[in-house]
């Protein structure tokens, strides 16, 4: 996706950032696909946090991305499908102030964006 789940998409991205814990993340997608789905897709997901990553704009800063690909990208984090490997509790998230990979408490909120199709 290229804007954050949420957002409008027309020619840009509105700036309605909607904040999940890592849990209703997953409630939303299953909700999008079992529902009217999105830009003709119906197998929407979480992104690992190698794929996520895989957006940053190192030469970019506040945020982190290519605005031109990902408009209105919020300097925020955006939560991964993945799991932190040592805390049960936490989950990686990609902070977009400054692209990098952090852990996140699984019940905090952060905003998600969505990749289609399997991994």
């Given at each position: 996706m290229?804007?954050?789940?949420g957002a409008v998409s027309a020619n840009d991205c509105t700036t309605n950032l909607l904040r999940y814990s890592w849990e209703a993340a997953f409630q939303a997608v299953r909700d999008l696909d079992d529902g009217s789905g999105f830009a003709g897709h119906k197998d929407w997901r979480l992104p690992t946090i190698g794929e996520l990553s895989s957006i940053v704009e190192r030469?970019?800063?506040?945020p982190a991305i290519n605005q031109e690909v990902f408009p209105m990208t919020p300097v925020s984090g955006l939560w991964s499908a993945t799991p932190d490997p040592i805390y049960?509790?936490?989950a990686m998230?990609?902070?977009f102030l400054n692209g990098?990979?952090?852990m996140g408490n699984k019940s905090q909120g952060w905003a998600v964006r969505l990749v289609?199709?399997?991994?």
């Amino acid at each position: 996706m290229r804007c954050i789940l949420g957002a409008v998409s027309a020619n840009d991205c509105t700036t309605n950032l909607l904040r999940y814990s890592w849990e209703a993340a997953f409630q939303a997608v299953r909700d999008l696909d079992d529902g009217s789905g999105f830009a003709g897709h119906k197998d929407w997901r979480l992104p690992t946090i190698g794929e996520l990553s895989s957006i940053v704009e190192r030469r970019c800063f506040a945020p982190a991305i290519n605005q031109e690909v990902f408009p209105m990208t919020p300097v925020s984090g955006l939560w991964s499908a993945t799991p932190d490997p040592i805390y049960p509790r936490g989950a990686m998230l990609v902070h977009f102030l400054n692209g990098g990979e952090y852990m996140g408490n699984k019940s905090q909120g952060w905003a998600v964006r969505l990749v289609c199709g399997e991994r």
